[in-house]
C-alpha cells in the first residue's frame, strides 16, 4: 500500500524554538507530538511526503494548487528569525503524475512554479521531514465546501494507490485562531467548543461529523487548518487505518491539534 502514514500538525511560527523562544515551554506538549511523528516517519522509510498546507497568500482561492518546483526552500526571516533555512527535494515524477491525472479528471487546479514555501508548510517540514530525505509533494487546498475538499482528496487517493512510492501525507493547518480563557466571553465560548467537537470526532473516528462543518463556522471561529484536514479525510476516508489524538493545546488562543493515522 502506497500511503503509509498520514498526520495533522499545527503551523504556527510560534512552534520554532528560534521564534518562540521564552515560549516555548509552553508549547512542550505539541513539541513532543511533533517528535513522536517524526521518530515514526524516520522506522517507516517513506520516499514522499505529500503536505497539504492551507493557503496564507490566496486563502479564497477556488483552485487547488500543486507547486512543481525541483526544489522547495523555507525560511522565517518575516518572522525574526535570519537563521532556519531549509531546503527539500521535490518529487517531479510523481507531481506530473498528479498533475495530468487531476487535469484528466476535471478538477480545477492551478499550479505554481515557486521554490519558496511559507510557513504553512516550512514549521511542520522543520519538525518533522529535516535532514530525512523525503521527497516533497506540496499542496494547498481551494476555498470550498468540506464535502468538495474531501471528494478532491478521494481522487488524489487513487492517483497515489498507483504509485510504487511509500508516501505519507501531512495536513498542516491549526484549529480556532479565537479562543479565549475569559469565562464571560461567549465567542470565545463558541471556538472553544468548536474546537473541542472536531477533537471528539476524530478520537472517536466520527470523520464524516467533521466533513459536514460549515465553510462559514470555520471563518467565523478561524480554524484555518480545517481544509487541509478535510482532504486528509478525503485522501484516507476508505484506506484501514487507526487514528489517535496525540495532544491538543491552546496556551496562547490558538489550537494546536496533532493527530495521527497509522496503518
Known amino acids: 500500500m502506497p500511503i503509509i502514514y498520514g498526520c495533522v500538525v499545527p503551523h504556527s511560527p510560534i512552534l520554532l524554538p528560534t521564534i518562540g523562544k521564552e515560549h516555548s515551554q509552553s508549547l512542550v506538549t505539541t513539541t513532543q507530538s511533533f517528535q513522536k511523528i517524526r521518530e515514526s516517519l524516520v522506522s517507516l522509510q517513506a520516499d514522499t511526503l505529500v503536505l497539504i498546507a492551507a493557503q496564507d497568500t490566496h486563502p479564497t482561492q477556488k483552485k487547488y494548487c500543486l507547486h512543481m518546483a525541483p526544489t522547495y526552500t523555507s525560511s522565517f526571516a518575516e518572522f525574526g528569525d535570519l537563521v532556519t533555512q531549509q531546503e527539500y527535494p521535490s ?19 492551478v499550479y505554481s512554479a515557486e521554490e519558496h514555501l511559507d510557513y504553512s508548510a516550512g514549521v511542520p517540514l522543520y519538525h518533522v ?14 476555498d470550498v465546501s468540506m464535502k468538495k475538499v474531501a471528494e478532491f482528496g478521494n481522487e488524489l487517493n487513487r492517483i497515489l494507490q498507483s504509485s510504487d512510492k511509500r508516501i505519507v501525507c501531512i495536513a498542516s493547518g491549526d484549529l480556532s485562531h479565537c479562543l479565549t480563557r475569559n469565562e464571560n466571553d461567549e465567542y470565545g465560548k463558541m471556538c472553544e467548543q468548536f474546537d473541542a467537537d472536531i477533537v471528539t470526532y476524530l478520537k472517536q473516528q466520527r470523520n464524516k461529523k467533521i466533513l459536514q462543518v460549515k465553510n462559514e463556522t470555520i471563518r467565523t471561529v478561524g480554524a484555518c487548518g480545517m481544509p487541509a484536514i ?20 491552546a496556551p496562547f488562543g490558538v489550537g494546536y491539534l496533532v493527530a495521527e493515522f497509522s496503518f
Do not use: H, R
Open 91 to 109: 518529487d517531479p515524477v510523481l507531481t506530473s503524475m498528479i498533475k495530468q491525472q487531476l487535469t484528466e479528471a476535471g478538477f480545477p487546479v
Open 129 to 142: 521531514a529535516k535532514g530525512l530525505g523525503m521527497k516533497i509533494i506540496a499542496l494547498n487546498p481551494a
Open 230 to 249: 478535510a482532504l486528509l479525510l478525503g485522501i484516507l476516508e476508505n484506506v484501514s487505518c487507526t487514528q489517535e489524538v496525540l495532544s491538543y493545546e
